[in-house]
Nanobody, 116 residues
Framework: QVQLVESGGGLVQPGGSLNLSCAAS????????INWYRQAPGKEREFVAT????????DYADSVKGRFKISRDNAKSTAYLRMNNLKPQDTAVYYC?????????WGRGTQVTVSS
């Protein structure tokens, strides 16, 4: 079955960095777009970044542009989210997502807390 497993979250001070990973299995990773979303306490889940199958098309939410970098390694079936200059408002659970044929797949998420 499709599995997405996020890791790399933690507690970091404002201005710090984290590198999230999304390990995928159960599907042909190299052919699928991968997205990162996040959900802060009391808020709706929101889009963060997306990368297409080849890595040639990438987009970001305005709130993270210039600070976050999405990438992927198709040989390892893993996607990454490098987060720099983190701010308290980046505090959220970060989720990896993919989907096809009208079906969405999500990981369980990894907690990122930005606090001094």
């Amino acid at each position: 079955q499709v599995q997405l497993v996020e890791s790399g979250g933690g507690l970091v001070q404002p201005g710090g960095s984290l590198n999230l990973s999304c390990a995928a299995s159960g599907f042909s990773f190299m052919y699928r777009t991968i997205n990162w979303y996040r959900q802060a306490p009391g808020k709706e889940r929101e889009f963060v970044a997306t990368i297409n199958s080849s890595g040639g098309t990438i987009d970001y939410a305005d709130s993270v542009k210039g600070r976050f970098k999405i990438s992927r390694d198709n040989a390892k079936s893993t996607a990454y989210l490098r987060m720099n200059n983190l701010k308290p408002q980046d505090t959220a659970v970060y989720y990896c997502n993919t989907g096809w044929a009208g079906e969405d797949f999500w990981g369980r998420g990894t907690q990122v807390t930005v606090s001094s």
